[in-house]
């Protein structure tokens, strides 16, 4: 399956923002072991948005966020945010599986 990862990235410092990141990308890993293929939202949205000259990059990150989470088959919430809970929404909106921990996601097959 493609599963999402999300939870908050939003911080008001940088090392906060990394740690929220680094915590997303630890969770992909262990899905990625387990034998799915994980998404991470902001790694997709992120090195795009920074390099734009977009007003909005907020609204950027969520709306290449959401289109490529639109593609998955469920979503593992590591923790909440105004972000990560558009996302879950929208899995949920679908009637997709939406996980709170690792050991809820189904084994590979």
Request: with cysteine.
């Amino acid at each position: 399956m493609i599963i999402a990862v999300a939870g908050p990235y939003s911080a008001e410092t940088h090392e906060q923002r990394q740690k929220n990141l680094d915590a997303m990308n630890e969770t992909a890993a262990r899905l990625l072991e387990a034998g799915h293929v994980p998404f991470i939202g902001v790694n997709a949205a992120l090195p795009v948005v920074e390099r734009s000259k977009v007003a909005d990059k907020y609204g950027s990150v969520m709306k290449i966020s959401l289109e490529l989470v639109n593609m998955c088959d469920g979503i593992l919430m590591i923790g909440e945010s105004k972000g990560a809970c558009m996302e879950r929404d929208l899995i949920l909106s679908k009637g997709l599986p939406v996980y709170y921990s690792l050991d809820e996601v189904p084994p590979a097959d």
